[in-house]
């Protein structure tokens, strides 16, 4: 019974921790995108491997790109700063348009750019997803960065 509690605090820890998991997240993707980045700066003429849905840097941009989008839609609903709303959704946008440019990609070449990249936006969002889980963020300032509300379309 003790193993079962201290699973269930572990999980509920988790659970309560929604910028933690997508900084974990970003940081699993990038290890991915650096890695892969090497073998396409080792191989650029190569045919690039046809990415699938199981790929698990391409289901890892998905499930990245849902996850931004939801830190997005609670910074609004905690009348959060616009700029972390606009931030997130940016992550979330980006993440879809990089798995595009993978799956769009006819050697290992036109990959290269697309790493480079992801790697950038991941190191980002490992930085900056923890704020989400702050108890204390200060609230809408009354300037809207311009970016949309609501969910992707």
Do not use: K, W
């Not at 995108?33 to 190569?46: D, E, G, I, K």
């Not at 840097?57 to 616009?82: C, D, I, K, V, W």
């Not at 290992?108 to 990249?117: L, M, N, P, T």
Request: glycine share 6%; with cysteine; aromatic share 6%.
């Amino acid at each position: 019974m003790p193993l079962l509690s201290a699973l269930l605090i572990a999980l509920s820890s988790y659970q309560s921790a929604p910028g933690a998991e997508f900084a974990a997240l970003a940081s699993e993707l990038q290890t991915e995108a650096q890695a892969r980045l090497a073998t396409a700066q080792s191989y650029p003429a190569q045919s690039a491997p046809e990415v699938s849905a199981d790929d698990a840097l391409y289901s890892g941009l998905n499930a990245f790109s849902t996850q931004a989008m939801r830190l997005s839609l609670e910074m609004e609903r905690r009348n959060g700063p616009e700029d972390l709303r606009c931030i997130y959704r940016g992550m979330a946008q980006d993440a879809l348009a990089h798995q595009q440019a993978l799956a769009a990609a006819e050697i290992r070449a036109d990959r290269i750019q697309v790493f480079i990249d992801l790697e950038d936006l991941l190191q980002h969002a490992a930085e900056i997803g923890p704020i989400a889980d702050q108890d204390e963020i200060e609230p809408f300032t009354g300037v809207d960065p311009g970016c949309s509300r609501g969910p992707l379309r």
